[in-house]
């Protein structure tokens, strides 16, 4: 059974501080990752795509790969009200398609003013 | 550049009735994948439909069934509905040879009384 796990929170930060979410996953042979952001009500945004070990960097956000450890993180750095949202690890599956992505149950960040 | 739409954003039925939500992909996709969302989980991949066919199905009973049109835009029917069957579903539209890099539409929440 390939998982993805996240601790769900709530992840609580002031503004400004950096926000730090992880994921493990199970699967060794993952090629994708994947952050979506979520706010209450409404359906998941891709913020973030990692595809190699190590950094990415976009604007505020950045991914961490480590393929060895099966980990995968994101960093938002000063962060924002608007920022409060479950993010969720998303990793793609296995077979013939890339296309079956498998998703942790989300962090819920909370950013207090 | 429109974006992923789904129909409808809300539906109410009763226990083993059958529904059918539709989807339409985003600009350029010709890849559609449906996902199943309770509440305070992560997305669960449903199945994925290229050129027309299924590609890819996860974990889910036959009462699941789907199809897609010429133009891309996609239906996910499901039969007999189940109490267990409420929850966000969720479409997800990629490009054939990035299928893992998805985007999805605002959802239908289907409740089943």
């Known amino acids: 059974q390939k998982e993805v796990e996240q601790n769900s929170g709530p992840l609580s930060v002031p503004e400004g501080a950096i926000a730090s979410l992880n994921c493990t996953y199970s699967?060794?042979?993952?090629?994708?990752f994947f952050w979506y952001r979520q706010y209450s009500g409404k359906s998941p945004e891709l913020i973030m795509s990692i595809y190699s070990n190590g950094d990415k960097e976009d604007g505020r956000f950045t991914a961490q790969l480590n393929k060895a450890s099966q980990y995968v993180s994101l960093l938002i750095r000063d962060s924002q009200p608007s920022d409060s949202a479950t993010y969720l690890c998303a990793v793609n599956g296995y077979g013939g398609s890339q296309g079956n992505l498998i998703f942790g149950k989300g962090t819920k960040l909370s950013v207090k003013p | 550049d429109a974006g992923v739409t789904q129909s409808p954003t809300h539906l109410i039925k009763t226990r083993g009735q059958q529904v059918t939500l539709r989807c339409s992909p985003k600009?350029?996709?010709?890849?559609v994948s449906w996902y199943q969302q309770a509440l305070g989980q992560g997305p669960q991949f449903i199945f994925q439909y290229y050129e027309e066919e299924e590609r890819q199905r996860g974990n889910f009973p036959d009462r699941f069934s789907g199809h897609q049109f010429p133009n891309y835009s996609s239906e996910l029917n499901v039969n007999a509905l189940l109490l267990g069957d409420s929850a966000l579903y969720l479409c997800a539209s990629s490009q054939k040879y990035r299928d893992y890099e998805q985007y999805f539409g605002p959802g239908t929440r289907l409740t089943v009384t």
């Open positions: 600009s350029g996709h010709d890849t």
């Open positions: 699967d060794r042979v993952s090629q994708s």
